[in-house]
């Protein structure tokens, strides 16, 4: 036995060997330069040079302003390369109180261009505002790509590009979390590619949630070619497929463009994957609101709410008789509740129900609503749009699916009405260190919050304030499908939908629908270029602001 200052020094040494490494913080501003140390006070200029310094676990602090990007050979604005760890992600935050703008417009190889490339796993990057990517040949650019696994993308503002807002093409297990995407149009394309969201790998696990897609020329959420299952939860999508803050046709138009692989599908070895769609809101889109793209197999559609859709939600398949399941759904307004229902499960939907839709089963339907500003911590805006009042036969009218509701019974549609809200993300559902198991805490407290039950119901009916909020992320898998409805008689509706087969997973080879086409063609060529320079200078006056 060794003598105690013997015993303390190896103890001292078993302490220092063990500790977990000290976690940096590195800053970057737009002032800043990269032979600097990379403190508050000496910044880096570039996210590039502080990922050389940054180790699993450390922090990058990028300060607000301008991050211009120009050159005629560089076809990657930031390329993420370092991987973190579990638990210990490499993160890329905004400063608290700032928003970096990454601008890339001056980015203009002869080639395909990518604002944000995400190339490594267990990374986070949250805050940054991501615009200008430019299409200067055929073929997509990128926004926002991501090609790793259990990265965590949040509170990005992507929008004014020439490009899919936030695809991703490969890896498994991300999340795209309170994320915009906005205002994206593919000139070269004829906007046939520029979805606001896109899940394409051959990798499964991948989640967006708490996401908004609008003014995109094609659709808002896109999983075509995805082998790998994708969930989208508590987003919303409204008003694309038109040329942004036009009312020119742009592609497909589809809210959720829900999985699909071509007509006739060409279905992945590992056969058709089980995608999940629920506590979605789709409105005014050019076409459909939520959409089955011909997929095979099944994909779940869980308590959505669409309205003033052309059709709210077409599962059309390509001949023989899909799976889905359809249960809890609000169709509203405008537009046919379901079209070319062809096999699966369709009950407690407001089209299968014994219940009357109309406008005075909604606290408001003031779509300017979805247009609010974000909370501070990325949240999606507060607003009464799509809740249901209090006195709506729509209320407790839902099967159980394992979510957390309150009253009787959950609710149709997107919103339970006296459910309290989910916990804050950035501390609750969702762990820092990546997206791998963040279902599961959100499930977690999701249940919690059940189990106060009308807590937030005292809210009451006031119309300034939400009478409820969106159940946080549920743990556990819906059940499976039981009893099967009658289907529904297909009633037509927007027929013009080409295949869709418009993104693939490698990002290329990708076809436009034909409808969108021929409009175009209608353009002729000079109406394009004029429009293309049209919408460059309005994208110059914008940023110059
Ligand atoms: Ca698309
Ligand atoms: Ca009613
Ligand atoms: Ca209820």
């Given at each position: 036995?060794?003598?105690?200052?013997?015993?303390?020094?190896?103890?001292?040494?078993?302490?220092?060997?063990?500790?977990?490494?000290?976690?940096?913080?590195?800053?970057?501003?737009?002032?800043?330069?990269?032979?600097?140390?990379?403190?508050?006070?000496?910044?880096?200029?570039?996210?590039?040079?502080?990922?050389?310094?940054?180790?699993?676990?450390?922090?990058?602090?990028?300060?607000?302003?301008v991050?211009?990007?120009?050159?005629?050979?560089?076809?990657?604005?930031?390329?993420?390369?370092?991987?973190?760890?579990?638990?210990?992600?490499?993160?890329?935050?905004a400063?608290?109180?700032?928003t970096p703008i990454f601008d890339?417009?001056?980015?203009?190889?002869?080639?395909?261009?990518?604002?944000?490339?995400?190339?490594?796993?267990?990374?986070?990057?949250?805050g940054l505002e991501v615009r200008?990517?430019?299409?200067?040949?055929?073929?997509?650019?990128?926004?926002?790509?991501?090609?790793?696994?259990?990265?965590?993308?949040?509170?990005l503002d992507v929008h004014?590009?020439?490009?899919?807002?936030?695809?991703?093409?490969?890896?498994?297990?991300?999340?795209?979390?309170?994320?915009d995407?906005?205002?994206?149009?593919?000139?070269?394309?004829?906007?046939?590619?520029?979805?606001?969201?896109?899940?394409?790998?051959?990798?499964?696990?991948?989640?967006?949630?708490?996401?908004?897609?609008?003014?995109?020329?094609?659709?808002?959420?896109?999983?075509?070619?995805?082998?790998?299952?994708?969930?989208?939860?508590?987003?919303?999508?409204?008003?694309?497929?038109?040329?942004?803050?036009?009312?020119?046709?742009?592609?497909?138009?589809?809210?959720?463009?829900?999985?699909?692989?071509?007509?006739?599908?060409?279905?992945?070895?590992?056969?058709?994957?089980?995608?999940?769609?629920?506590?979605?809101?789709?409105?005014?889109?050019?076409?459909?609101?939520?959409?089955?793209?011909?997929?095979?197999?099944?994909?779940?559609?869980?308590?959505?709410?669409?309205?003033?859709?052309?059709?709210?939600?077409?599962?059309?398949?390509?001949?023989?008789?899909?799976?889905?399941?359809?249960?809890?759904?609000?169709?509203?307004?405008?537009?046919?509740?379901?079209?070319?229902?062809?096999?699966?499960?369709?009950?407690?939907?407001?089209?299968?129900?014994?219940?009357?839709?109309?406008?005075?089963?909604?606290?408001?339907?003031?779509?300017?609503?979805?247009?609010?500003?974000?909370?501070?911590?990325?949240?999606?805006?507060?607003?009464?749009?799509?809740?249901?009042?209090?006195?709506?036969?729509?209320?407790?009218?839902?099967?159980?699916?394992?979510?957390?509701?309150?009253?009787?019974?959950?609710?149709?549609?997107?919103?339970?009405?006296?459910?309290?809200?989910?916990?804050?993300?950035?501390?609750?559902?969702?762990?820092?260190?990546?997206?791998?198991?963040?279902?599961?805490?959100?499930?977690?407290?999701?249940?919690?919050?059940?189990?106060?039950?009308?807590?937030?119901?005292?809210?009451?009916?006031?119309?300034?304030?939400?009478?409820?909020?969106?159940?946080?992320?549920?743990?556990?898998?819906?059940?499976?499908?039981?009893?099967?409805?009658?289907?529904?008689?297909?009633?037509?509706?927007?027929?013009?939908?080409?295949?869709?087969?418009?993104?693939?997973?490698?990002?290329?080879?990708?076809?436009?629908?034909?409808?969108?086409?021929?409009?175009?063609?209608?353009?002729?060529?000079?109406?394009?270029?004029?429009?293309?320079?049209?919408?460059?200078?309005?994208?110059?006056?914008?940023?110059?602001?």
């Amino acid at each position: 036995m060794g003598s105690p200052r013997t015993t303390l020094a190896i103890v001292g040494l078993i302490g220092w060997c063990c500790a977990p490494a000290r976690a940096d913080d590195y800053y970057v501003a737009p002032a800043g330069d990269d032979d600097n140390p990379g403190t508050l006070d000496q910044p880096f200029a570039t996210v590039e040079r502080a990922e050389t310094e940054a180790s699993a676990g450390d922090t990058v602090l990028i300060r607000g302003g301008v991050y211009a990007f120009s050159s005629t050979t560089a076809t990657v604005g930031v390329s993420f390369t370092k991987s973190g760890s579990q638990n210990q992600p490499i993160r890329y935050f905004a400063y608290p109180g700032e928003t970096p703008i990454f601008d890339l417009f001056e980015l203009t190889p002869q080639q395909r261009v990518t604002g944000l490339d995400v190339r490594c796993n267990w990374i986070h990057i949250r805050g940054l505002e991501v615009r200008g990517v430019r299409q200067l040949v055929v073929g997509d650019s990128w926004a926002v790509r991501i090609r790793g696994d259990h990265n965590v993308i949040e509170h990005l503002d992507v929008h004014d590009n020439e490009a899919p807002g936030i695809f991703i093409t490969s890896g498994e297990s991300n999340l795209v979390l309170n994320c915009d995407s906005h205002h994206n149009y593919d000139p070269l394309e004829d906007g046939g590619n520029a979805d606001g969201f896109g899940c394409h790998s051959t990798g499964a696990g991948n989640v967006l949630r708490g996401c908004r897609a609008w003014e995109n020329s094609d659709d808002g959420y896109d999983f075509i070619n995805a082998a790998g299952a994708c969930t989208v939860e508590q987003s919303w999508a409204f008003r694309n497929g038109w040329i942004p803050d036009t009312n020119m046709t742009g592609a497909n138009g589809a809210g959720f463009k829900s999985g699909g692989y071509g007509n006739p599908p060409n279905t992945p070895a590992s056969g058709a994957a089980h995608h999940v769609v629920r506590f979605n809101v789709a409105f005014g889109n050019r076409s459909i609101g939520f959409y089955a793209n011909y997929h095979p197999g099944a994909i779940d559609f869980l308590n959505n709410t669409a309205f003033d859709n052309p059709s709210n939600f077409d599962m059309r398949t390509a001949g023989s008789p899909s799976s889905h399941t359809l249960r809890n759904n609000i169709a509203a307004g405008t537009g046919n509740a379901i079209v070319s229902f062809n096999g699966g499960t369709d009950d407690f939907n407001s089209w299968t129900l014994p219940v009357t839709v109309a406008s005075d089963d909604f606290v408001s339907l003031d779509k300017m609503q979805a247009y609010a500003e974000r909370g501070a911590d990325g949240s999606l805006p507060a607003m009464t749009l799509a809740r249901l009042r209090e006195d709506s036969d729509l209320i407790d009218k839902g099967e159980d699916l394992s979510f957390p509701f309150a009253g009787s019974a959950p609710d149709l549609g997107a919103f339970e009405r006296g459910l309290a809200p989910p916990v804050d993300p950035t501390d609750g559902g969702v762990p820092d260190a990546g997206a791998g198991t963040d279902s599961g805490a959100g499930g977690a407290a999701g249940a919690a919050t059940a189990g106060a039950g009308g807590t937030a119901g005292a809210a009451g009916t006031t119309s300034t304030q939400p009478p409820g909020d969106m159940p946080d992320a549920p743990a556990m898998q819906p059940p499976s499908a039981g009893t099967m409805s009658p289907p529904l008689a297909g009633a037509g509706g927007a027929g013009s939908l080409a295949a869709g087969n418009d993104a693939d997973a490698s990002g290329c080879g990708c076809r436009v629908a034909a409808s969108a086409r021929s409009s175009h063609a209608l353009l002729g060529a000079s109406g394009v270029l004029l429009l293309v320079a049209l919408r460059r200078r309005r994208r110059r006056v914008r940023m110059a602001r």
